[in-house]
């Protein structure tokens, strides 16, 4: 994959797994045990020494943050982060979000998100197109700068109650959008049909997004051999539902991106099955590795939450480690497991998390030597 680093490191990798939040904390704990199961198998060639941190919305209403106040220096230094989600009743959720994952991706500019979107055997897709259509693509999302960028204000008090306002920018550099649109490219010539969609919403946003068509189109003439769309949101949301077959790469801005990839995943059968790598790909940084979906306070604490997006994250951080084969048999013992329809409730089953982690492991045994 272009997005690996080669790491030049020995072949222990210091890992910090974040857990964070609800569910969270069990596909972190799956990803784990799935994680130390195949470097138990690896005849000493590889090992994970973890180092996990306690921080998240608990640690917040004992301190009032979120994270330590030397977490980022903690973290620098380590191979890669493993994060759960973040996010819990009784904490804002920007708060949470703003004191935790985004303090992480913003500071140690992990900016590029890959998301792809998978179709596992063994789980129906909404899509009817999925039963006889190959289907894979993958979203890059901007993950620096955007809507995302925490530029604005509020509290224009004078107004009195009832007058408040606030404003909320959306920031577009040149340098932000052409490092993400030749990530995007590289990516794309790494697939089987070389093909990049860039989202944009110039018709409505006048000075952000059409900066970002601009750049896409000047970036897109170093690509001759990459086809190219430019495609609005509203109408790649529609794409993405009739005519997913036409997709490879799809580079969008941080918001278009986060909504977009949450629609594949539920395209692809459920949120829990998304996978993500938060890359800093020139490497001055820790790159963060994380399931798609949020806390699910909803099903957290009753062996309900799906790990297969923690799981297929895991993978997407073997690759980034330089272990390409292992990360191969990861995708091969999920595949495994959804094949054998050991599914968890998300998805129409009536396995638990513990079910599938016990399930993936087993198949990463049998597929041994
Ligand atoms: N990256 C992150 O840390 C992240 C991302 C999104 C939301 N959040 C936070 O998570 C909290 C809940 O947000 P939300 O409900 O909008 O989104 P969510 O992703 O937590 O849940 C949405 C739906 O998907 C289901 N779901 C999510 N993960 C699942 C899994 N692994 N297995 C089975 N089902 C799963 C949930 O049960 C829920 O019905 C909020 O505090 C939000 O801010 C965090």
């Not at 604005?152 to 008090?157: I, P």
């Not at 430019?230 to 799809?250: G, I, N, R, W």
């Not at 539920?266 to 994380?290: I, V």
Request: aromatic content about 8%; charged content about 20%.
């Amino acid at each position: 994959m272009i997005y690996a680093d080669t790491v030049s490191a020995p072949r222990r990798f210091q890992i910090a797994a974040i857990p964070a939040d609800g569910v969270g904390k069990e596909v972190v704990a799956a990803g784990r045990e799935v994680l130390d199961a195949l470097a138990a198998g690896s005849a000493g060639a590889f090992a994970f020494d973890w180092r996990e941190f306690g921080w998240g919305c608990e640690y917040y209403a004992r301190t009032g943050r979120m994270m330590a106040e030397d977490g980022l220096e903690v973290l620098k230094d380590v191979d890669a982060i493993y994060f759960g989600a973040v996010g819990w009743p009784g904490v804002p959720d920007h708060i949470s979000l703003w004191g935790l994952r985004l303090a992480i991706c913003q500071n140690f500019d992990q900016w590029a998100n890959v998301r792809p979107v998978h179709f596992l055997p063994g789980v129906r897709s909404p899509l009817r197109r999925a039963d006889d259509t190959e289907l894979d693509w993958v979203v890059v999302r901007e993950n620096s700068e955007g809507e995302y960028a925490g530029v604005g204000g509020r509290n224009f008090a004078g107004r009195g109650p009832g007058g408040e306002v606030g404003v909320q920018s959306a920031l577009f550099t040149e340098v932000g959008c052409e490092r993400i649109m030749r990530f995007a490219f590289e990516l794309a010539r790494t697939r089987g049909r070389p093909k990049v969609s860039s989202v944009t919403k110039s018709n409505a946003q006048q000075y952000g997004m059409v900066l970002w068509d601009e750049v896409f189109k000047r970036v897109a003439r170093d690509y001759p051999d990459v086809e190219t769309e430019s495609v609005l949101v509203d109408a790649m949301a529609a794409k993405f539902v009739l005519h997913p077959e036409d997709l490879s790469v799809v580079v969008a801005s941080n918001l278009h991106a986060d909504i977009l990839s949450d629609l594949g995943s539920a395209l692809a059968g459920s949120l829990g099955l998304a996978a993500s790598a938060n890359l800093n790909p020139e490497g001055r940084f820790p790159s963060m590795f994380e399931p798609v979906h949020g806390s699910a306070p909803d099903i957290a604490g009753q062996g309900l939450a799906n790990p297969i997006g923690a799981v297929g994250s895991a993978a997407l951080m073997l690759e980034h480690l330089g272990l390409p084969e292992q990360a191969t048999r990861l995708h091969a013992a999920i595949e495994a497991t959804t094949t054998a329809g050991v599914l968890t409730r998300d998805l129409g089953g009536t396995a638990s998390t513990g079910d599938v982690t016990k399930a993936l492991i087993d198949a990463l045994s049998t597929r041994r030597g």
